[in-house]
């Protein structure tokens, strides 16, 4: 098994931004994809981002051009960048991660956008 800690959500004003952070108990170089989803209240879970072990990566569309993921190796972190954000971007934010047959979720964090 694999344990994922987030962190790094809060509460910021629209137009600002936050980096969150998700810590993993191995390597993520062990794994096969890191990803970050959300949900907002009263709303399904749904995708964001993923970074792969070969370094490629997948954001939706909707926030590709304000969100960015990332990672640190060394750290065996994986970051979640949040530029520009929207009150629609109010979310619990999930990070996962995937090996062959199964995945696993971290608590997630939660990030507010309001002024």
């Known amino acids: 098994q694999v344990q994922l800690v987030e962190s790094g959500g809060g509460l910021v004003q629209p137009g600002g931004s936050l980096r969150l952070s998700c810590v993993a108990s191995?390597?993520?170089?062990?794994?096969?994809?890191m990803g970050w989803y959300r949900q907002a209240p009263g709303k399904q879970r749904e995708f964001v981002a993923r970074i792969f072990r070969d370094s490629r990566t997948n954001i939706e569309d909707s926030v590709k051009d304000r969100f960015t993921i990332s990672r640190d190796n060394a750290k065996n972190t994986v970051y979640l960048q949040l530029n520009s954000l929207k009150p629609e971007d109010t979310a619990v934010y999930y990070c996962?991660?995937?090996?062959?047959?199964?995945?696993?979720w971290g608590q997630g964090t939660r990030v507010t956008v309001s002024s």
């Open positions: 996962k991660a995937l090996f062959v047959g199964v995945g696993y």
């Open positions: 191995t390597s993520i170089l062990s794994i096969y994809s």
